[in-house]
């Protein structure tokens, strides 16, 4: 989730605290023809005819090369936390290649569609590598995806952490972002988990393409919506571990809203800043998928019963929407909207229960991030999710408290060094 605010961007060597937009052409899968799949490597482009199958590599094109120069750069600038030395990471950046990709998946009614994302990779790929899948956090711009590189600060972040030191880094957009269609199935567990694993399977159709070996260990992780994102992947890939091309070794989500409705409640108690688009963007995407009959202007307050549609429409980021909307929840919604989701009189309540991520038992070692001073998605929820999947049985679970003083988005920092050191210690050798 991403509050709008104190957001980050950076370039290969430096940071800054705004983030960048973009807005690039979005490629469309024809459902059951023939699609001619797109390979590009090294300068060299293969055209050849492909049959519709969720996880099919579409395209591939080379998208940037780094210098390992460059990657130690982002290293440095982004990666510095009081007690942690990171000298070695910056010592052993390699240089990377990052290519944009297009795959089929399934929408959110379960028509064949295209997703895409970015793919990055040691240069030269000349050993065994394990993989591991980032899930980005909450951005209301469909453009601001790591396929669109310069518009993702996460995505150079995970390059320059993963990538570069050994790991193929996969990075899915999610449906309805980057090259895929909107809408965007925002905190929709099933769709989101189709996505990410097709994503993965395209993955492997590119490593064998570009003849890079990997060692079949997958590690998954991801920020906020990113979280939620890696908790219905784990889910998925746990339920039906046979049709994975890797072997999901560890999982390490980030301050996810793993109950959506209790974050629903949370925010529309809460007031933070932030919240007000956040519960615009759930309701809309929940309305979008799943038909609520109510108008618009029995769920917000005028202006924002007809403001609302151009507000949240997929072209805006963060921070243009929360200058667009009030800063509380009662100049938003009308007083007893939320009150009817809390007491479960709208079928948005159910809707969002359906959704959790948080209710089932996790066999794969799994360690929940959290920063205490997040007040968009609480440090409880990370909490309750440990304590509901231990009452069911999880023998290798926990919550790693990444400090006081880190809110919601500032933990992705810490979080990103302790998940990438205890990856490390899983990864073969």
């Not at 998928?289 to 963060?318: C, E, S």
């Not at 990370?382 to 509901?388: G, L, Q, W």
């Not at 006081?404 to 988005?409: D, K, L, P, S």
């Amino acid at each position: 989730m991403n509050n709008g605010k104190n957001r980050f961007s950076l370039t290969c060597a430096a940071s800054s605290r705004t983030i960048g937009h973009a807005t690039t052409k979005c490629l469309s899968v024809l459902v059951c023809a023939i699609l001619a799949a797109v390979f590009i490597a090294n300068g060299q482009e293969i055209r050849r005819p492909s049959p519709v199958r969720d996880g099919k590599l579409l395209s591939a094109k080379l998208l940037k090369s780094f210098t390992a120069e460059q990657t130690a750069g982002v290293v440095s600038s982004n990666f510095t936390w009081p007690g942690q030395d990171i000298s070695a990471l910056v010592a052993t950046a390699t240089a990377v290649n990052a290519y944009a990709i297009s795959y089929v998946t399934r929408d959110a009614n379960g028509w064949t569609a295209t997703a895409s994302g970015l793919v990055a990779m040691p240069s030269p790929a000349s050993g065994v590598y394990p993989v591991v899948q980032y899930h980005h956090g909450t951005q209301f711009n469909n453009q601001d995806v790591p396929s669109n590189l310069a518009k993702s600060p996460e995505a150079f972040l995970s390059i320059a952490l993963f990538a570069a030191h050994g790991y193929v880094t996969s990075l899915p957009d999610y449906l309805g972002q980057g090259a895929g269609k909107p809408p965007h199935p925002y905190l929709q567990s099933g769709s989101t988990a189709t996505a990410c694993a097709d994503m993965l399977k395209a993955v492997a159709e590119l490593c064998s393409q570009l003849k890079v070996r990997t060692n079949s260990q997958l590690f998954i992780c991801g920020l906020s919506e990113g979280g939620y994102a890696t908790m219905a992947l784990q889910r998925r890939v746990e339920a039906d571990s046979a049709a994975q091309p890797f072997r999901l070794t560890a999982s390490g989500p980030i301050a996810g809203p793993y109950d959506v409705r209790n974050c629903w409640n949370f925010l529309s108690q809460a007031n933070s800043p932030g919240a007000c688009p956040l519960l615009l963007h759930i309701y809309m995407s929940y309305k979008t998928t799943y038909g609520f009959t109510d108008k618009l202007q029995d769920v917000f307050v005028a202006p924002y019963d007809w403001k609302a549609p151009g507000i949240d429409n997929g072209r805006r980021n963060g921070n243009q929407i929360y200058t667009l909307l009030p800063k509380t929840i009662q100049a938003l919604m009308r007083g007893n909207f939320p009150a009817a989701v809390a007491s479960g009189k709208h079928p948005l309540d159910q809707a969002m229960e359906g959704n959790n991520t948080y209710n089932f038992l996790p066999v794969t070692p799994t360690r929940l991030y959290h920063g205490l001073d997040d007040n968009l998605v609480p440090y409880s929820m990370s909490e309750m999710t440990c304590a509901r999947m231990r009452l069911l049985g999880a023998r290798d679970v926990e919550v790693v408290n990444v400090g006081a003083g880190f809110g919601h988005e500032a933990s992705i920092i810490p979080s990103f060094l302790m998940a990438k050191k205890w990856f490390d210690s899983f990864v073969s050798k």
